[in-house]
């Protein structure tokens, strides 16, 4: 069990809609990054938000934008959803030290587009 | 993109077995991570080997790099069923500030 927790667990939504998804981070942790699963395949990066900035990203398109709080949690929102957006959608904390050594993934969030 | 390909992409075996899956990548790497899944969960992390390491072990659990043939191994011995879970390598280039990008992963199912 990692202290990374993402809420909610399963959510299901209809092509056009607009979703957040939402990440605590481990304590401790002032690096969070975001990554889409498609079912039977590995994460794919989004991006990485270091001191509520975003200092990385993936082939992704705009409509995927996030943020950091102060306290280091994340959201992840996604505009204009479509049929291929459903995936397991992961939230991934670290140290700024450590972050290209280790992960500390969540549990995820399933996301069904219909 | 995914830059790590595993090899197989299904394993099964009989508990007690040792269990092998590959990894092969395409870049220079500064090091490459083994991480766990269970079934529609988030991932683990196994064990780190950096470039300039050639094996590393952790428990039950070996690993082996090959920075010429761009491939590294995972072995798992004497395999539980608690072992059963999706198995992904991860490559971190020596290349700028990358993300950490994950191959398709092996399905390792290991019967009682």
């Known amino acids: 069990e990692t202290g990374v927790t993402q809420s909610p667990t399963h959510l299901i939504k209809t092509r056009g809609q607009q979703v957040t998804l939402r990440c605590s981070s481990q304590?401790?942790?002032?690096?969070v990054s975001w990554y889409q699963q498609a079912l039977g395949q590995g994460p794919q990066f989004i991006f990485q938000?270091?001191?509520?900035?975003?200092?990385g990203r993936g082939n992704f398109p705009p409509r995927f934008s996030g943020l950091q709080f102060p306290n280091y949690s994340s959201e992840l929102n996604v505009n204009a959803l479509e049929l291929d957006d459903s995936a397991l959608y992961l939230c991934?904390?670290?140290?700024?030290?450590?972050?290209?050594?280790?992960?500390?993934f969540g549990s995820g969030t399933q996301l069904s587009v219909l | 993109s995914q830059q790590g390909e595993e090899d197989p992409q299904a394993l099964s075996i009989q508990e007690g077995e040792n269990a092998t899956m590959n990894c092969s990548y395409k870049?220079?790497?500064?090091?490459l991570q083994w991480y766990r899944q269970n079934s529609g969960r988030g991932l683990v992390h196994l064990i780190l080997?950096?470039?300039?390491?050639r094996e590393k072990h952790s428990g039950r659990l070996r690993v082996t790099l090959d920075t010429s043939k761009k491939s590294s191994s995972l072995l798992i011995t004497a395999s539980r069923a608690a072992d059963t879970a999706s198995y992904f390598c991860?490559?971190?280039?020596?290349?700028?500030?990358?993300?950490?990008?994950f191959g398709k992963g092996t399905r390792l199912s290991v019967i009682a």
């Open positions: 991934a904390s670290s140290d700024q030290g450590t972050v290209n050594e280790k992960l500390f």
């Open positions: 304590s401790g942790h002032n690096t």
């Open positions: 938000y270091y001191r509520e900035e975003e200092n």
């Open positions: 870049t220079s790497i500064n090091n």
């Open positions: 080997i950096r470039s300039n390491e």
């Open positions: 991860a490559t971190m280039s020596n290349s700028g500030n990358t993300p950490l990008v």
